[in-house]
C-alpha cells in the first residue's frame, strides 16, 4: 500500500448537503482520511495510491458538490 495525501482549497464554505455527501466518502474503498481545515479553506485526502488516484479523488469530490482546486500547501 502506497499512502498519499491530496490537498484542495474550496471557494465557498459547503453546506449541510456537501458535508454529508464528503463525510460519505469515508465509505469509499482506499479513502483512508479526510481532513478539514475551515481557516485555510482547505480539504485533506489521505488515499492508498494503488486504489486510486487524484482525478478519481477531484471527481469524488465534484460528485459530493464541493466545487474546489489542487492547492499547493
Same mark, same amino acid.
Given at each position: 500500500m502506497t499512502s498519499l495525501d491530496v490537498a484542495y482549497r474550496y471557494g465557498a464554505s459547503p453546506g449541510?448537503?456537501?458535508? %454529508?455527501?464528503?463525510?460519505?466518502?469515508?465509505?469509499v474503498y482506499g479513502l483512508r482520511r479526510v481532513q478539514w481545515d475551515e481557516k485555510e479553506c482547505t480539504i485533506r485526502i489521505e488515499y492508498d495510491a494503488s486504489r486510486l488516484n487524484e482525478d478519481t479523488i477531484a471527481s469524488l469530490? %465534484? %460528485?459530493a458538490g464541493l466545487m474546489c482546486a489542487k492547492s499547493s500547501i
Open positions: 449541510e448537503r456537501e458535508m %454529508r455527501a464528503v463525510n460519505g466518502l469515508r465509505e469530490l %465534484r %460528485r
